[in-house]
């Protein structure tokens, strides 16, 4: 059983399209996180909902969208896709806040 | 100065050496400190929390000094396997959000 699922895996794209990855967690944990992790290798934390409110918004463009429409998911939407966009994005959950982090396997977001 | 800093490495050790890397933080109202683990290409992975007595699994040793804001890790008896890059995270005390550090590569050679 994959405790925090993330779909699709690998997403390669053209710059301007519109693109969505979906995050899935079966631990019961009521706060899910987004991170960029980008070529740096700097884990940047995006957002943060806990039992399906934002909590944490960081200085991120609104072209990404966060949607949780339940405890146990959280989507990210990302619209107009720029090529400083394409990193890896790794999806989390936690009991509570500041409680340990399950990380699911991460998405490949490359734009072309 | 980073909330949480950590030497990039990458530290180049022999199979079987001792291992020690620190990391400090700036928030002294922190009160949540772990280690993570992440291998190339692959998710972060928790290795260890850190208490404040200090803490042991094995061959890992976490110790928290508060007095000088830091973390440390220490790994006993290499492994070719330990070759990864360890994160230290530490908690933002007010918002309980976690800062994560940018990581120390570790290599381990044959």
């Known amino acids: 059983d994959t405790a925090v699922s993330q779909t699709p895996k690998y997403l390669v794209t053209q710059m301007g399209n519109d693109k969505s990855i979906k995050c899935e967690q079966n631990?019961?944990?009521?706060?899910m996180y987004w991170y960029k992790q980008d070529s740096k290798k700097f884990l940047k934390i995006m957002f943060s909902y806990n039992n399906k409110e934002l909590i944490i918004n960081e200085t991120v463009p609104n072209r990404f969208s966060p949607k949780s429409p339940d405890k146990a998911h959280l989507n990210l939407h990302i619209n107009s896709l720029e090529l400083g966009d394409s990193a890896v994005y790794f999806c989390?959950?936690?009991?509570?806040?500041?409680?340990?982090?399950?990380f699911g396997p991460g998405t490949r977001l490359t734009v072309l | 100065r980073k909330e949480v800093e950590q030497d990039p490495g990458p530290f180049n050790v022999p199979e079987g050496a001792t291992v020690a890397f620190n990391c400090t933080y700036s928030n002294s109202a922190s009160q949540s400190f772990f280690w993570y683990r992440q291998d190339c290409r692959k998710e972060p992975k928790l290795l260890m929390s850190?208490?404040?007595?200090?803490n042991e699994d094995g061959r890992f040793t976490a110790q928290l000094n508060r007095a000088s804001q830091y973390i440390s890790l220490l790994i006993r008896d290499s492994k070719l396997s330990d070759s990864a890059t360890y994160l230290c995270?530490?908690?933002?005390?007010?918002?309980?959000?976690?800062?994560w550090g940018a990581g120390t590569k570790l290599i381990i050679k044959p």
């Open positions: 850190v208490y404040s007595s200090g």
């Open positions: 989390a959950s936690s009991q509570d806040r500041a409680d340990t982090q399950y």
């Open positions: 631990l019961g944990h009521d706060t």
């Open positions: 995270v530490v908690n933002d005390g007010a918002n309980y959000q976690l800062i």
